[in-house]
T-cell receptor, first 112, second 115 residues
């Protein structure tokens, strides 16, 4: 079965600084990879996804992620963080068998 | 497109009672729906997968007699928490998958508090 690791539980960045959230996955075949954002008490919003093709994926709100098969990674990046980006971020890996597994999440705090 | 709704968004019930949560795909037919549970400051844990017209498949450790799932139509799945206890208090999120798609669309979640 697939699994996801988000090594960073909590990250603090200054507004305007760049951001990278790490995600490593384990799966025997080509995975389907997702990044979601969740504000407190809210549901999940899809930021971006990777199914195939170009390994650099552009998402909403200025986020992008790069699939690196050799490193089993799908890190999320943003060049300049805004205060409104403070939230919980989840990486998820899906497989053809309907399963979607989520990482533990990374809480992002943005300093003014 | 691809909107999933949940009702209610918040519910408070007394210990020992049952509560039903609805998950609807509003603009597409969902052959498969999923139910997740999320404890505070934790990730989503898959509880069960339901396919329209068939019995749900529960993850290991999830009591199927306590968490009753019904997927009676292509746009509606329900989760009934029976004989609720305070430890069932949690955030329940559903998702729906359209045919021939690997993507799941998530509902806004239901906050259940059992007193």
């Amino acid at each position: 079965a697939q699994s996801v690791t988000q090594p960073d539980i909590h990250i603090t960045v200054s507004e305007g600084a760049s951001l990278e959230l790490r995600c490593n996955y384990s799966y025997g075949a080509t995975p389907y990879l997702f990044w979601y954002v969740q504000s407190p008490g809210q549901g999940l919003q899809l930021l971006l996804k990777y199914f195939s093709g170009d390994t650099l994926v552009q998402g909403i709100k200025g986020f992008e992620a790069e699939f690196k098969r050799s490193q089993s990674s799908f890190n999320l990046r943003k060049p300049s963080v805004h205060w409104s980006d403070a939230a919980e971020y989840f990486c998820a890996v899906g497989a053809g068998n309907n399963d979607m597994r989520f990482g533990a999440g990374t809480r992002l705090t943005v300093k003014p | 497109g691809a909107v999933v709704s949940q009702h209610p968004s918040r519910v408070i019930c007394k210990s020992g009672t049952s509560v039903k949560i609805e998950c609807r795909s509003l603009d597409f037919q969902a052959t498969t729906m999923f139910w997740y549970r999320q404890f505070p400051k934790q990730s989503l844990m898959l509880m069960a997968t339901s396919n329209e017209g068939s019995k749900a498949t529960y993850e290991q450790g999830v009591e199927k007699d306590k968490f009753l799932i019904n997927h009676a139509s292509l746009t509606l799945s329900t989760l009934t928490v029976t004989s609720a206890h305070p430890e069932d208090s949690s955030f329940y999120i559903c998702s729906a998958r359209a045919p021939y798609s690997y993507e799941q669309y998530f509902g806004p979640g239901t906050r259940l508090t059992v007193t």
